[in-house]
């Protein structure tokens, strides 16, 4: 018997920042047939309010080093302010949605990343993810809407990548659903040409991610986003697209589809 | 057949304050056998957060004027930082804990409270509880973790008042249970002197608290706690305790009883 086909969606920051995108998004979001999952970061609000508290905002190699008092300013943010609102506007679209961090229902176990170069602080890895727990909801018709926070099991929650969240979250549940991936960013895909925002490459198998790997077609920001993507296929996910926040609605088929 | 019994407590802000009293409680929390809820408030937070991001705390009749802005603090403070905390401590614990507001599968629903001498802007009056889906978790050994916000079913969220989003609860899953209410606070009880925190009243009934009220027995402080238990006792929940954050593991019977 085949499996049922569960959709996974991460927004990015440029839909979240955006009242008018994200009202627009969560609408496409609500109207998705199916078990779903929402999972949503939200950096630029937590630095602005990190600001507003005077808690100091240190970036390391575009990632945040995050302390005690960075930690909680996240916490408020992402699973407060951010995660509540989503919840509440999915509710007033009729999608039964429950917003989550990886403590919630030990949904999302992760380890304090190990201090090697870089002391990251409070950051956690992704160990395993909870699906029975999480499968409960799916199976009740409820729609988990996880933001980018996790625990270590021993009471300390952890700031954790969005996009890990969501691949692991692909990746768990691959073993009751057919896993398919979207990453909804700023961009309308993986682009072969960064000064062109219609150079997207259509499909990028392994064989081609290793061929464009060594010849260097690959932008900074987008290598660990790729990395993401190949690790989850090679998991156990169905498939994975990248694109804008549209993605998943669109016939015109301007985004990324990474495969086997 | 009678009914399982379920416990719901509301813990104040003298327990959700003070690390050392809220690690004691979540250790016994998490120790009480069968279905349970916890709910907690959190405005002291709430209000020191506000000062540092330059927010004003208005005050009405000792309730708080919920303006946007207080409404945004309040939902990060709540529904992020205390919630999430005492979610990842509990699931230290083995607590499968799962932090909630009443947005959160669509669990608590209200109406905007209309503006009568006072506008208290973004607050709700809970309408009513959506038991089926918080029984899906219960059923599911989960335990919820209600913070003190509810939306309207439009998009909308509400500060509402944490003493009546426990009573609401109570009475709402009193059809499948037998509830058991506890609200644990700064006293051991409902006192009869209030200089004395020894003269606790061991047990209230409707007739001695309509005697009490004649009597002008009742401290305005305690007055809608009290309307609040007797709601709750007059609607379905089987019982009503108040005292500190020991009651429910004490005794000694340092507590007040509230019963038909």
Redesign the interface.
């Known amino acids: 018997m085949s499996k049922e086909k569960i959709s996974i969606l991460k927004i990015g920051g440029n839909i979240i920042e955006n009242e008018e995108k994200l009202t627009a998004f969560l609408s496409l979001f609500s109207k998705i047939k199916g078990p779903k999952i929402l999972v949503h970061g939200g950096g630029k609000s937590a630095t602005q309010?990190s600001q507003?508290?005077?808690v100091e905002t240190k970036m390391m190699n575009g990632r945040r080093i995050t302390d005690k008092d960075s930690l909680?300013v996240i916490?408020?943010?992402?699973?407060?302010?951010i995660?509540?609102?989503i919840?509440?506007?999915l509710?007033?679209l009729n999608c039964?949605?429950?917003?989550?961090?990886g403590?919630?229902?030990?949904s999302i176990l992760s380890v304090k990343r190990p201090v090697k170069d870089i002391d990251f602080g409070w950051v956690g890895d992704v160990i395993s993810i909870n699906a029975k727990?999480i499968n409960?909801l799916l199976n009740?018709e409820?729609t988990p809407v996880f933001c980018a926070?996790t625990?270590d099991?021993?009471?300390?929650?952890l700031n954790t990548n969005a996009d890990t969240i969501a691949a692991e979250l692909a990746i768990g549940l691959s073993e009751i659903y057919e896993s398919h991936l979207y990453y909804c960013f700023e961009l309308n895909g993986v682009l072969l040409d960064i000064s062109d925002e219609n150079s997207v490459i259509e499909r990028i198998t392994t064989d081609d991610y290793e061929q464009l790997l060594d010849q260097n077609l690959i932008s900074n920001g987008m290598l660990p986003k790729l990395k993401n993507c190949f690790d989850a296929i090679n998991k156990g996910v169905s498939k994975v697209y990248i694109g804008n926040e549209n993605l998943f609605n669109q016939t015109d088929k301007k985004y990324t589809t990474i495969q086997l």
């Open positions: 309010f507003k508290l005077g909680d916490t408020m943010v992402y699973a407060g302010l995660n509540k609102n919840v509440a506007n509710q007033r039964d949605a429950i917003g989550m961090s403590a919630d229902a030990g727990n409960r009740s409820i926070i625990h099991g021993k009471g300390q929650l």
